[in-house]
């Protein structure tokens, strides 16, 4: 019987680190600011940005809310960034998503500044972790790096398997854990509809999944003492799942993620956390 990785536990940790971080700046004379951008009304991104508003004061972090109207056209947010990249008590932005069908997400976050980027979707920290040298990344990716590590796990020569290959959670997620020399497998729909998402997952000695489907992966693919760490969050009825089928998964795995409690609250630890390398970067400019 596989052992529950506690996400809340992990993030407790990182927390105290960025508690410490917030007094060592605040002898510096700085405060971090965060600056969130919204456009147009969305009902859950508003409780998502609330959200947020109290995690970051509960800790010692300013945060202010940018709500833009539904019609503005991305030369007036890309303005509006750049008022914020230029006013030096704001330390960290972020974009929220979605942002109306007529903006280019990508293109508004190349836009702020890569030391304000507190959610690591700038080309520039991206193109640092291609480097092995990120600073800021996004903060799923890190999240699952962070959860690992915790694990005290040595990913050297690990067969890890990825699947999913999004921007912001896949991609960078097999591009850290190749860092550390494991060998590191992406999967993705091209697998599934090949039908050989089956015998990749049966070999991984970890296992990462961020697709978005509730049961992609039954519980018997799971390999003997497997770490499993399911990204996915689905609704199924009035619950909420992830993409691994947990209840046989956790027979088989070593360790695993619950959904919800796994990956969810490290990846809103690791948010606090950027904010805090975003802050520090901004004392050395
Ligand atoms: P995306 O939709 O951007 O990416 C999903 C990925 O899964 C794509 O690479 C897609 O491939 C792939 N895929 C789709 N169907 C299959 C299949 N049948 N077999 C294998 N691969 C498949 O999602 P995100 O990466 O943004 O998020 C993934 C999940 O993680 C979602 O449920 C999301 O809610 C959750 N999430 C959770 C977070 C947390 O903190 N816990 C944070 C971020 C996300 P292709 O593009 O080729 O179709």
Request: charge should be neutral.
């Amino acid at each position: 019987m596989a052992n529950i990785i506690d996400g809340k536990i992990i993030a407790e940790k990182i927390k105290d680190y960025v508690k410490k971080e917030i007094e060592n700046l605040k002898s510096d004379g700085i405060i971090p600011k965060l600056v969130s951008i919204s456009v147009g009304e969305n009902q859950a991104s508003m409780v998502y940005i609330n959200q947020q508003k109290k995690n970051c004061e509960k800790i010692g972090i300013n945060y202010e809310i940018l709500s833009l109207p539904e019609d503005i056209n991305e030369q007036e947010i890309i303005e509006n960034i750049e008022k914020l990249n230029k006013n030096p008590e704001v330390t960290g932005i972020i974009l929220q998503l979605p942002l109306p069908k007529t903006v280019d997400a990508r293109k508004i976050q190349s836009k702020i500044l890569p030391e304000k980027d507190v959610e690591g979707v700038n080309p520039v920290n991206m193109g640092w972790i291609v480097y092995g040298r990120g600073i800021i990344g996004p903060c799923t990716a890190l999240a699952v790096k962070e959860i690992i590590d915790y694990l005290g796990i040595n990913l050297y020569g690990k067969e890890v398997v990825m699947v999913g290959h999004s921007d912001i959670v896949g991609k960078p997620v097999a591009l850290l854990l190749v860092d550390k020399f494991a060998t590191t497998t992406i999967c993705h729909i091209g697998t599934s509809d090949a039908g050989k998402l089956e015998e990749h997952v049966k070999r991984a000695e970890i296992l990462i999944v961020a697709v978005g489907k509730a049961n992609l992966i039954p519980g018997d693919w799971i390999r003997e003492g497997a770490i499993v760490i399911d990204i996915g969050i689905n609704k199924v009825g009035d619950k909420i799942v992830g993409d691994v089928e947990f209840e046989k998964a956790k027979e088989k795995a070593s360790w695993i993620t619950p959904v919800p409690g796994g990956v969810g609250p490290v990846t809103t630890a690791i948010l606090l956390k950027n904010v805090i390398m975003c802050a520090k970067w901004a004392k050395n400019r």
